[in-house]
């Protein structure tokens, strides 16, 4: 079985199907290529890298929230010991442009021009022989700013006398829309229950232990830019880079080193740029920033999904959800520059879960604050999303007094509806939501939880059980952003296959190590494809100039678009091999096969060559070489999603190509007296279709509940009413420990996707869609008998603490 | 700037003679001047771990400590542990139980445990716990490195059963 991916083109859809008796390697869990440099050290980390007459950065940033800037005194700086160039917003004016957003025209300069918007804003940037003398000389610089009025209260920011982030929008809504699927007043007015909530999700963000670092080196001959950095996708940066700088794209290059982690939170385009116009300014010596960890947490991409929601769920008398309506209110801080307003279109491909909801709305408005610019993160907007329609999935089945698994199940999508188009417009490939309901019930023992809970109330303990399930919208596509502005539909993302003369294999892409092992997966799958060896494959990663077309990691993509990109590529020389192989044979194409390493004749035994000696005869021996297939043991393929829809004017399109679920169940322990929640236990059902590397999925699973517990109980970014940052290191900006991150029990279902190479889903977003509603819904399962509601994350325990205040006497 | 002092320190066996100015941490000169670049920089305030090194054998946090602190003493860092191409048995667990990501904060964990199991080698979960509770990994959960200390462990005991020296 395959997967018509273009004519010609044959992509298997079954690892059954790679053209080897007994795949070997991909499937399984065999041990990383990246982990040997990793473990010893040796990856070359941007920070890591100098080159000769290497330059420092240190960025000098606002102390305000909203300032005007009145004037900036540069002169003791620049005379500081080690200085070589200082570098302002008046080199920014001349130089660049504000960089662009979505929605548009919400960006700035990289360094402040007219005024500072958020505390951390980068005014004034130094290039110093090193980094201690760079950062000496910022305490020279002298800037006067005229304080203005921050708005710090995103539900005030569209008030008639807020104060505004940009005068010249005359507003501070950067988008205000309802979209609406199907009759939904109508649903809600024949709803024989309507159950409505408040929700409050706080700010959070990625905190990968590698900060962002980059070197950037302008060539005033060539007029060209060439910046090595920790890039999660060197192509979109490099593109904006082009526009932002003025240079023509094929003028920017773009390298990305293996980066210490990302969680769509790496960032990265304002130290980019500074770095550049600084080399610029300096006549060409290359200039180093690395971001530090406060730069990071009050400046960098650190901070995501600030949002107030209002949202209800209509229900008949059978307990079927027959509507829900969601109203969210997203602060995005000072700019749109993060591209953060994308997680606010991305529910969209999942936005009523598991269920067969049929009609939705979302009445969707984003506003700017004098806060930091909201980034992107795991999971990218459906956590939040998730947290409020699985808490309201929990308040209706308590009100009705259903079982809270019960009431998911009759509400699932069945098994034999998929594909099954959502009412947001989003296409669900497959699944079998029974099956890991079924599968976690019984993993968990729910009843003897049940009972554990009861006889724990009956001492005076408050334990609660979460049970949740979501689904992970995999191999994300443009299309699905349409609605916040961002034009485009399909990813590509490209491998280029070679095979030496000795038979070795190089697989050239355009992205680096960021720690899914992704490189061991492509390995895998190129080893059983051509049957050699893991170590007889090397990955060769690029640059934004020399590699085929590419995104890199993000939207739970990569696994299955390399996959694709990697067996496409692989099939075009395969074709090609064939043909060579055929005049080795003397027969015709159509009699020979590749299979386990060997071009042979089909039904014919012995009737074969090897590999190597195949591509040896393509590379060194053009006299043997039939017409028509040049000396070149080498094929390239950029994979995208085929069937993908453009948006209609509601947003409807057919956007995520997967849909992997998960359903997990967990038990808490709320401490009266101080509002700690203790996880106790922890249980995963997890259906990602084909597992191409098992121990991949299952360390993003549970490096996904990890996150999912800091954004459930530990990690909050508090601005004060001046739109100061109170959490600006570690001490206050609360990352899980071995202590509060469960050990958890885990089961692997496998329901194959039909449309994806091998039968993939994406993945690596899951478990943080589902941990954080898991755990608040186990929060309000152990306290709701006392009359209390835990309706804002983090439930940190000052908060449930103050919640509890409030329970019942006697409760 | 006060005046630049010259120290001595030996790491992973060699002994470097350095001028350093007082303010310099010990982790700027060690991936900076000694090009040690395998010990990371992660929060540069103590809490993540991922600087961690031995100092005299105690596993401590290179980037608050600074470079005179460490005139006269003994340094290890994650360069000292694969031997003739081979890794050490810490990092082959942590290969086969899939105990890392991305990587960064790897050469941390891995001083911090090898401190541990040479003061315990067969140690309690809680010391485990204790160990690890120290160290910030934003990629794993934790679990698969607690399975990788436990691996470890085991290797190293098969190793000293079988008379070898790792």
């Not at chain 1, 900036?72 to 504000?98: F, H, K, N, Y």
């Not at chain 1, 899951?766 to 983090?794: E, F, K, W, Y």
């Not at chain 2, 891995?110 to 910030?136: C, H």
């Amino acid at each position: 079985m395959a997967i018509d991916d273009r004519p010609g083109i044959t992509i298997p859809n079954r690892i059954e199907d790679l053209p080897t008796s007994q795949a070997r390697f991909i499937g399984r869990t065999v041990d990383r290529v990246e982990d040997p440099m990793l473990l010893t050290g040796r990856a070359e980390f941007i920070d890591n890298l100098s080159f000769p007459g290497m330059l420092h950065c240190a960025i000098l940033r606002s102390p305000h929230a909203h300032a005007r800037v009145v004037s900036i005194d540069i002169a003791e700086a620049s005379r500081a010991p080690g200085v070589l160039a200082v570098l302002t917003g008046e080199d920014c004016q001349r130089w660049s442009q504000p960089t662009p957003t979505v929605p548009e025209g919400w960006g700035t300069y990289c360094l402040a021009t007219d005024k500072v918007r958020f505390v951390g804003e980068p005014v004034v940037a130094i290039a110093a022989t090193n980094r201690y003398l760079a950062e000496d000389a910022l305490e020279l610089i002298t800037v006067e700013y005229e304080e203005l009025p921050p708005i710090v209260d995103a539900t005030k920011a569209a008030d008639a006398n807020a104060p505004l982030v940009f005068e010249d929008k005359g507003s501070n809504v950067m988008l205000q829309r309802v979209f609406t699927w199907g009759d939904v007043d109508g649903a809600f007015a024949a709803a024989a229950h309507v159950f409505t909530e408040t929700f409050r999700w706080h700010r959070l963000g990625a905190n990968p232990i590698e900060t962002f670092g980059v070197i950037s080196q302008w060539d005033p001959i060539e007029n060209a830019l060439t910046c090595h950095g920790s890039f999660q996708s060197q192509y979109h940066m490099a593109l904006a880079r082009s526009i932002v700088l003025g240079l023509p794209s094929n003028k920017v290059r773009l390298m990305s080193q293996p980066h210490g982690g990302s969680f769509g939170g790496k960032g990265g385009a304002r130290g980019t740029d500074i770095t550049a116009l600084l080399s610029r300014k300096i006549g060409g010596r290359p200039v180093k920033w690395i971001e530090d960890r406060m730069e990071y947490l009050a400046g960098g991409s650190s901070q995501s999904w600030d949002r107030h929601y209002e949202a209800s769920l209509a229900l008949d008398a059978n307990g079927t959800v027959t509507g829900f309506k969601v109203k969210l209110l997203d602060d995005l801080g000072a700019t749109a520059e993060g591209w953060g307003a994308v997680s606010a279109a991305k529910p969209l491909a999942a936005f009523t879960g598991c269920y067969a909801i049929p009609v939705a709305q979302y009445d969707l408005t984003i506003v700017a604050t004098n806060k930091l610019p909201g980034s992107p993160y795991r999971g990218m907007g459906p956590p939040p999303h998730n947290f409020v329609l699985e808490s309201l999935m929990d308040i209706a089945a308590r009100e009705l007094g259903i079982d809270p698994a019960d009431l998911r199940r009759r509400n699932y999508i069945p098994k034999d509806q998929f594909p099954y188009t959502i009412a947001s417009g989003n296409e669900y490939d497959s699944g079998d939501y029974d099956l890991a309901l079924d599968t976690v019930l019984e993993m968990s023992d729910y009843q003897k939880l049940r009972a554990e809970q009861a006889a724990a109330r009956a001492e005076g303990r408050l334990l609660g059980i979460g049970l949740v399930n979501t689904i992970e919208p995999g191999v994300f596509d443009w299309n699905a952003y349409a609605i916040v502005g961002q034009p485009g539909t399909g990813v590509p993302e490209g491998a280029t296959v070679s095979i030496d003369v000795f038979g070795k294999i190089n697989v050239k892409v355009g992205f680096s190590l960021e720690g899914q092992g992704q490189y061991t997966v492509l390995t895998q799958v190129l080893a059983d494809y051509f049957g050699v060896e893991l170590t007889d494959v090397r990955v060769v990663p690029c640059d934004t100039l020399s590699a085929p077309p590419h995104f890199g990691p993000g939207g739970s993509r990569l696994g299955v678009s390399i996959t694709g990109a990697a067996l496409g590529a692989a099939d075009l020389l395969r074709q090609k091999l064939i043909k060579v192989a055929a005049g080795l044979l003397q027969t015709e194409p159509a009699n020979v096969e590749l299979m386990d390493g060997k071009l042979q004749i089909t039904g014919v035994p012995g009737a074969e060559i090897p590999l190597a000696q195949v591509a040896g005869a393509m590379i060194a021996r053009s006299d043997l070489l039939p017409p028509g297939v040049d000396p070149n043991a080498e094929a390239t393929y950029a994979w995208t999603a085929t069937g993908r829809t453009p948006a209609d004017d509601q947003g409807r399109a057919k956007s995520y190509l997967t849909a992997a679920n998960a359903c997990h169940v967990v038990l808490v322990e709320v401490d009266r007296e101080t509002g700690h929640v203790e996880i106790l236990k922890y249980f995963i059902a997890d259906d990602c279709g084909t597992r191409l590397n098992p121990a991949n999925v299952e360390g993003m699973t549970q490096g996904g509940v990890a996150q999912g517990v800091g954004a459930a109980l530990l990690e909050e970014y508090c601005y004060n009413e001046d739109g100061q940052l109170l959490t600006s290191t570690f001490m206050d900006y609360l990352l899980p420990s071995v202590y509060e991150v469960p050990m958890t029990e885990k089961k692997a279902l496998v329901t194959p996707s039909p449309f994806t190479p091998l039968g993939a889903k994406g993945v690596g977003e899951g478990a943080m869609h589902t941990t954080p509603a898991a755990i608040l819904c186990a929060i309000n399962d152990a306290v709701a008998h006392l009359g209390v509601r835990a309706t804002a994350v983090p439930a940190s325990p000052h908060r449930l603490w103050t919640l509890l205040q409030d329970a019942k006497p006697g409760g | 700037m006060a005046t630049p002092r010259t120290i001595t320190l030996s790491v992973n066996g060699t002994t470097h003679q350095v001028t350093v100015e007082p303010r310099t941490t010990l982790v700027d000169l060690l991936r900076g001047d000694l090009g040690l670049t395998g010990t990371h920089v992660g929060c540069e305030h103590g809490v993540c771990g991922a600087c961690t090194i031995l100092w005299n054998g105690k596993a401590v946090r290179s980037c608050i400590m600074l470079a005179v602190q460490a005139d006269g003493s003994e340094v290890t860092t994650v360069e000292s542990m694969a031997q003739d191409g081979e890794l050490h048995p810490i990092q082959q667990a942590f290969m086969e139980a899939h105990g890392l990501q991305c990587g960064f904060c790897t050469p941390g964990f891995l001083m911090s445990i090898s401190e541990l199991l040479t003061r315990s080698p067969d140690p309690t979960d809680e010391e485990i716990k204790d160990t690890l509770g120290g160290q910030i990994c934003r990629c794993t959960g934790y679990q698969s490195i607690f399975t990788a200390v436990r691996l470890a462990i085991k290797k190293l005991a098969d190793a000293r059963a079988a008379g070898g020296s790792a």
